[in-house]
C-alpha cells in the first residue's frame, strides 16, 4: 500500500486570510503605477513586459478571466497562430518554437506561445488585474491622462436597476490602450470632445496593416499611448485578422515609447 499523503494542518479560514490579505496588499500598492496597460491581448502582454522589465512599475488590466486575447486561441478558434516576419524575434525572445510554412510566414502553436508570453510578462515584474473593467480615463487640468477607471466586470451584467456601484480610480504617469477593436480610452477621449471622431478599423488587408500598425503605435495625447488593434480603429486602418506578428511588435514600441517618456521624465510630453 502506497504511503498516506499528509497535507499541512491548514484550514478554511487560513486559506481566506491568505487570499484577501495577499489580494488587498497588491491591490494597495498599485494604486499608483507607472504605466497602467489596459487590455492583456498580445500587444498588451509584450509592453507590459517589455517596461517591467526596465523595472518600472506596471500593473495590466483585462476585463476578461483570462489573459492573451485571440493570441490564446489563434484563427477560428483552431490554436494555432500566424507570425509574419519579422514578427518572430519575439517568438524568439520568448522561447516559443515555430515552423516556417512559407518564406516568411510563422506557425507556433497558440496556447503555447501565450502561456510563455504571459509567464514573461508575470516574471518581468507586471501586476495583473483581470475580470476588472475599463470605465473612463483620470484626467487632469494640464489636459493629460493620469490613470484609468474601474470596475468589476461582472457589474456590466447585472439588471440596470442594481448596477449604481460606483467605481473606483486608480492613478498612473502613462495609460496604455491595448483594448484591441473598442480602443476603449481613446473612444472616451473622443466621447468627451477631447480627441478626434475615431473612424472605425478598415476591412482586412494583411500586407497593409502590420506595417501601418507599427507605424502608427505611439503616444496620442498626452499620458496616452495606443498599440495593437486600438491603433487600427484609432486612425482607420485595415485589420489584420489571424496574424500576430505586428500586434507584436506593436506592444514592443509602445513599451519603447513609454520607457524614453519615463526616462527623460516627460510624461506631460504632448503627442
Request: one cysteine or more; a negative charge; glycine letters at 10%.
Amino acid at each position: 500500500m502506497a504511503d498516506t499523503i499528509k497535507f499541512a494542518p491548514v484550514g478554511e479560514k487560513e486559506i481566506t486570510r491568505a487570499i484577501v490579505q495577499g489580494f488587498a496588499n497588491e491591490f494597495n500598492e498599485y494604486i499608483e503605477s507607472d504605466v497602467i496597460v489596459v487590455g492583456a491581448g498580445p500587444s498588451g502582454l509584450v509592453a507590459a513586459k517589455d517596461i517591467a522589465k526596465k523595472k518600472y512599475k506596471v500593473l495590466l488590466v483585462e476585463r476578461m478571466n483570462y489573459l492573451g486575447g485571440g493570441f490564446w486561441i489563434g484563427g477560428y478558434l483552431m490554436n494555432k497562430i500566424t507570425v509574419r516576419t519579422p514578427g518572430n524575434e519575439v517568438l524568439d525572445e520568448i522561447e516559443v518554437p515555430y515552423e516556417e510554412v512559407e518564406p516568411g510566414l510563422c506557425v507556433a502553436d497558440g496556447p503555447y506561445a501565450c502561456s510563455k508570453l504571459i509567464a514573461m510578462t508575470c516574471e518581468a515584474g507586471a501586476k495583473i488585474r483581470n475580470m476588472t473593467m475599463f470605465d473612463d480615463l483620470v484626467y487632469r487640468e494640464n489636459g493629460r491622462v493620469a490613470g484609468i477607471v474601474i470596475n468589476w466586470t461582472p457589474v456590466a451584467n447585472m439588471p440596470k436597476e442594481i448596477t449604481c456601484l460606483d467605481p473606483i480610480a486608480i492613478e498612473s504617469k502613462l495609460v496604455i490602450d491595448a483594448t484591441g477593436h473598442d480602443a476603449y480610452c481613446v473612444s472616451r477621449l473622443s466621447q468627451q470632445g477631447l480627441y478626434k471622431k475615431l473612424p472605425g478599423h478598415g476591412s482586412m488587408w494583411v500586407e497593409k496593416s502590420e506595417e501601418a500598425l507599427v507605424e502608427y503605435t505611439g503616444l496620442v495625447h498626452p499620458g496616452l499611448i495606443v498599440c495593437g488593434m486600438s491603433v487600427n480603429t484609432t486612425f482607420g486602418l485595415p485589420r489584420m485578422g489571424p496574424t500576430f506578428g505586428g500586434m507584436l511588435l506593436s506592444g514592443r514600441k509602445a513599451a519603447q515609447v513609454a520607457i524614453d517618456i519615463l526616462e527623460s521624465g516627460e510624461e506631460k510630453a504632448r503627442a
